[in-house]
């Protein structure tokens, strides 16, 4: 591959110096003012210059470099090696240059040797192949410069180096390039490109020089994110503009062809590729020479090809019988990992009532609620008995452990503990599903590689928001929740493949509704947790006892409501509804978050109600106290509402009186304003039933 077509091409060089260019003005938009203190290194971080070899002239166009026999790689090393020796007087000195040049590279060099290790982990189950197979398929000619920089972005998250990358990666992108008619140089350049984008915030090839001039990653990768951001604004540019001309190119192809044999051409390639996506009229000519069958041009289409990677054995729940619904005992195991998770984060919003401990707490609880919400969903689809999945469930176990115990420092010095662990817990168990149902379900597997993009995408903000100072973390948190959430909304949408039909999904809605219930009684369980906690820290006193009796009356409250009527609603309309997986979208994976989170801001009012029943009121105070009931009843409306189209007026008018009562709550205590909401609590669960029963309805009728 000639490099006029690759490396010295117009269309790469103006990418180039577009680059510099860009990236230079955004520098200097973040750049320090005139003003800002300016700290020098307190050594001189400056080598000696060395000395330059003369460069052979060059009287030949780039294109015949590749046919050079005076000027190959192996040349060019042999003689940086040579210059070092001109280069020292003795072999001391080599050995003195060779011993500091080690203590900047030496972690390079330790890193080196886990590339093999990461790209045979890559490489062995056949996921760098399912990552490329899956931009592969859902590529045109008009798109597949762009798959091809995502795809190979997402693969140097894993294989960091660019040689072994491509070595794997290279030859599928140009096999899809010759298949869908794209230049294979393009191809090549959009895989470089990809490569390049990502290192930016990956930034090993910084490490020899942060080691020299004595900083730290984090201190540059503030500017390697806007130098990430602004060179995919050019290579993305870049890219489209070569598709918007091949587009052109093909259409006047296509055009010729149908003028010149004036009949209708249907040609099928390897994929079962159109006319319009023929390199050119030799192409076609090639192609044309097949039979003809009623003036048209055939092809007999090669069969699907078969996963190269997956399990062999099938790990999918069976269908039908009492095993496809059933919830096994290691998710409940995997839930008691959330008993912890919940009670740290009680404890975080317990110690940062404020504005800014709001937003904080709100991050946590939606995190926390997305990872344990996915992994019901893989566990619907796969088998928990199967050794396989137990093995993997109980992995994720103790990564949600990890997880749990970084909570309460997850905006301090656990960060990055914690966004690893997050992101890992994602990516890992999704991966996972990829592998065990590749062989088996091609259709569950694109839709999973499609979440997997989706999540990759925000763990780049989560490990950014961890690796930033704190004061940025939350910002970067708050993007890296929104794509997630985003992303089930919208159903995982890719450019050029649309978006996947969750509500198509076969699910097993008794499991998912079950699993649903089952966190609700964890999360009131934690609430009782912090309220004996917090009592027995303190001495008895008639307050107290009544507070906790308060809370007690809370818990179960909050219990009748789900439990009574709308559980059972629930579980019969997912049960009998023609696309569960709709139902399973939106009243269990999105609304069952704000349930969770009013009854988790419920048990901060408690221990808030036990610290300092006769304080002032404070506005934040009454927002802990009421806010609680307040999110549940109304993610209970919000639940009725989609399973069976109701909204029952106990519940608005509980919502109602609640935010009244705060509204008016500044000469109260917040001992008196806890028993007010408690009162509003039983009167509207009171309500309920009463008119349940006086309608008719029992057990077996609710819903």
């Not at 003005?25 to 971080?45: G, S, Y």
């Not at 140089?185 to 990809?194: L, P, Q, R």
């Not at 947790?529 to 809370?554: I, P």
């Not at 506005?619 to 993610?635: D, E, R």
């Amino acid at each position: 591959m000639p490099l006029r077509d690759t490396t010295s091409s117009p269309r790469n060089l103006a990418a180039a110096g577009a680059t510099i260019v860009v990236v230079a003005l955004a520098l200097a938009l973040v750049a320090p003012k005139c003003n800002a203190p300016i700290f020098e290194l307190q050594f001189d971080a400056r080598e000696k210059p060395e000395t330059q070899c003369e460069k052979e002239k060059v009287i030949t166009p780039t294109d015949r470099l590749d046919a050079s026999r005076t000027l190959t790689i192996d040349i060019v090393n042999r003689s940086f090696h040579a210059l070092i020796f001109l280069y020292v007087r003795n072999p001391f000195e080599l050995i003195r240059l060779i011993r500091n040049a080690a203590s900047n590279v030496g972690d390079i060099l330790l890193q080196f040797p886990l590339y093999n290790g990461i790209l045979g982990m890559m490489v062995g189950p056949g996921l760098i192949g399912a990552f490329s197979d899956f931009f592969v398929n859902i590529s045109t000619p008009q798109t597949f410069e762009v798959m091809a920089l995502l795809a190979a972005g997402l693969v140097n998250f894993f294989v960091p180096s660019g040689s072994e990358q491509f070595a794997v990666q290279g030859p599928i992108m140009l096999d899809a390039a010759d298949h869908l008619g794209v230049d294979p140089a393009v191809a090549k350049m959009a895989v470089s490109y990809g490569d390049q984008w990502t290192n930016m915030i990956q930034p090993f090839w910084a490490l020899p020089l942060l080691a020299i001039a004595r900083l730290k990653m984090r201190d540059i990768l503030g500017c390697a994110t806007i130098t990430f951001l602004a060179a995919g604004l050019v290579f993305r540019a870049t890219l489209s503009w070569r598709a918007l001309a091949g587009s052109a190119r093909s259409a006047a192809v296509q055009a010729y062809v149908a003028s010149r044999f004036r009949r209708t051409v249907e040609v099928t390639g390897i994929r079962g590729e159109p006319a319009h996506r023929l390199r050119s009229l030799d192409d076609y000519r090639c192609k044309a020479r097949r039979p003809l069958q009623n003036g048209v041009v055939t092809s007999t289409p090669k069969p699907s090809r078969l996963p190269r990677f997956g399990l062999r054995r099938n790990l999918l729940r069976p269908e039908g019988g009492e095993q496809s619904d059933r919830v096994t005992y290691i998710e409940l195991l995997f839930d008691l990992i959330f008993v912890l998770a919940l009670t740290q984060l009680s404890r975080y919003l317990y110690d940062n009532q404020s504005l800014a401990g709001a937003l904080e707490s709100a991050v946590l609880v939606l995190a926390l609620w997305w990872v344990w919400v996915y992994t019901t969903w893989v566990t619907n689809w796969l088998d928990p008995a199967r050794l396989p999945v137990r093995a993997a469930v109980i992995g994720l176990a103790l990564v949600g452990l990890i997880l749990s115990v970084s909570i309460f420092e997850s905006f301090g010095s656990r960060g990055l503990t914690f966004a690893i662990a997050y992101v890992a817990l994602q990516i890992g168990r999704t991966v996972f599903m990829i592998v065990a149902v590749a062989r088996h379900d091609r259709a569950l597997t694109h839709d999973f590689i499609r979440v997997l993009i989706w999540l990759a995408a925000s763990g780049i903000f989560w490990i950014l928001g961890g690796l930033l100072p704190i004061e940025f973390r939350i910002w970067f948190w708050l993007v890296a929740l929104g794509i997630e959430y985003l992303s089930g909304a919208v159903g995982f949408r890719l450019p050029g493949r649309g978006s996947t039909r969750i509500e198509d999904w076969d699910i097993s809605g008794a499991h998912i509704a079950e699993r649903s219930a089952l966190f609700v009684i964890i999360s009131l369980g934690e609430s009782f947790l912090v309220t004996g906690f917090a009592f027995v820290a303190q001495e008895y006193s008639f307050v107290g006892a009544a507070s906790v009796l308060l809370a007690f009356v809370n818990a179960v409250t909050l219990w009748w409501l789900y439990f009574d009527h709308a559980e059972h609603a629930g579980t019969k309309a997912i049960a009998r509804a023609d696309k569960p997986g709709r139902i399973g979208n939106r009243a269990y994976t999105y609304t069952h978050a704000i349930i969770v989170a009013g009854i988790v801001l419920g048990s901060v009012a408690d221990k808030e109600v036990l610290g300092h029943p006769d304080d002032a009121m404070k506005v934040s105070t009454a927002i802990v106290i009421g806010g609680g009931p307040f999110l549940y009843l109304v993610g209970l409306t919000v639940f009725r509402w989609i399973v069976v189209q109701e909204m029952l007026l106990s519940h608005i008018a509980g919502a109602v009186l609640i935010v009244v009562a705060c509204a008016t709550s500044a000469g109260m205590t917040p001992f008196v304003l806890f028993a007010i909401m408690t009162v509003i609590l039983v009167a509207t669960a009171a309500w309920e039933t009463i008119t349940r029963v006086r309608a008719g309805g029992d057990d077996e009728q609710a819903g």
